[in-house]
């Protein structure tokens, strides 16, 4: 969202920019000229009329609704002089470890290349293509030999990266405290205490009503006044099932328009075209996760569309503008073989991981349109979940969340902090891969989409190291009796049995600060 000390003026006119253009744009000029022939339209008041009769046919809230969606979308405004780069990231070690990162990940994908002998990229021959488009539908009953090929990387191989940070403008000997040496991410950044969580989640404590916990709980009529602002605020109170799918469609000002439709069928022609080396990857994700897991299985070929398609859909790549990350490219040879070329390769910049499936699977609950299904996950991970695989200080970035973790527990549950540490079983190295997967595939599916209800609602991630803190504040019992790094994930091995709002009302609020 605009920060507060941003000029109002230059945000207006970025959001003004952006819209310019778009297909809602067109509508409301459409709309506009059209309605000069209607006869309450009077020549002496034209622009008070339009506008009224713009509020009355719906088309200001769709406006108010766009805008909404751009601010929260739009980078933060920097300084004037201060270069490009510090808008996606203002600290210079975060982007240099980011950087270093980013070649890693690249250096892996073009060895198996070269190992494999597949090329990054081919064109299907015809016969391919027809096959591909007839089981479009039937994806999953495919079993391709996939043995040869090898996630990019795991959560663990990023979570020994994200430990080795330093902040080189940092003396040691000046740490603030000692349990600053307790846990395994090593730079300072400011994240919320108890008290503070306290003044940004009010809405969870026990003196409001919680959809997961209180049935009876009012539900105004959000979804028929079509406002994502509104929409919003009431999902930090969780959204009823019936109702979800609607009020994350309305917050993500994500709507099933026709031309939605049409980006999503262009997609699909682009998979049939051309086969990539990525989506190997993506095919034996899947297998690997939702494939074997109870809840989700069944969604396996929604799981290969949609993620078939992201790894084509190059408007994807503007998020890169307030992200940290580049976008990765490769050279690529001209039709002649005489020239080279450097690409975004996959063409959206975003190279899949061991779980990023896991991103898209809770949403099949919600959404049996692959199309309507594919614009909310696309619209989730330019808004959030990409800053849960690359490095940065954003207050929802993933080094925050880790080290948001780790100051809780030190703090409010020191004697098992310091008894898991000295077992040798560091608590963040069992948290990591809740907080990179927000969970998902560990929590039950309506406990896990209550906690993404919030993660919409108050526009943050943040929620996701107080959740993983709080399941430690609950299994502290067994795991003051655990001696071992085994028997402590044997203890937080099984989620699926735990209610999320109980747990973190009991934490941020009934918790002596």
Known sequence: MMDE????????????????????????????????????????????DVRRWLKASGWERKLQNAVYRELHILPPHGHPRAPPEHTKEPLAYMRKAQAGWEKRIMKSLNSMCTELGIPLSRKRPVPEQKELTKKW?????????????????????????????????????????????????????????VSQLRETYPELSFTYGQLGIDDHTHVPPVVSAQDSAAAQQYSRQGCPTGLRAQLWTLILNSYSDPEDLTHYEQLKARVIQHDLLVDNLIYKDVKLTASNDD???????????????????????????YDS????????????????????????????????SMYVAPLCFLYNEPSKLYSVFKEMYIRYFFRLHSISSHPSGLVSLCLRFERLLQTHLPQLFYHLREIGAQPLRIAFKWIVRAFSGYLSTDQLLLLWDRILGYDSLEIVAVLAAAVFAFRAENLMEVTSLASAEAVLADLSTLKVMPLLQIFLFATAV
């Open 325 to 356: 990350a580049t976008p990765p490219k490769s050279s690529i040879h001209s039709k002649s073989g005489s020239e080279q070329f450097s690409v975004v390769y996959p063409p959206n910049g975003v190279i899949p991981f061991h779980g990023f």
């Open 5 to 48: 000390g941003s000029d109002p003026s230059v945000t207006i006119a970025q959001v003004v920019q952006r819209l310019k253009g778009t297909h809602l744009h067109s509508q409301l000029e459409k709309q506009a000229k059209e309605c000069l022939h209607r006869p309450e339209i009077k020549l002496e008041s034209l622009k008070d």
């Open 137 to 193: 539908n039937e994806m999953g009953t495919d079993e391709p030999d996939l043995s040869k090929f090898r996630p990019v990387y795991a959560p663990k191989d990023f979570l020994e990266v994200l430990i080795g940070l330093r902040n080189p403008n940092n003396d040691r000997s000046e740490e603030v405290t000692v349990r600053s040496h307790w846990g395994l991410i090593q730079v300072s950044l400011n994240v919320c205490d």
């Open 295 to 321: 809840y989700y299985f069944v969604f396996e070929d929604y799981l290969y569309q949609v993620l078939l398609c992201f790894s084509r859909d190059t408007s994807v790549l503007e998020h890169f503008n």
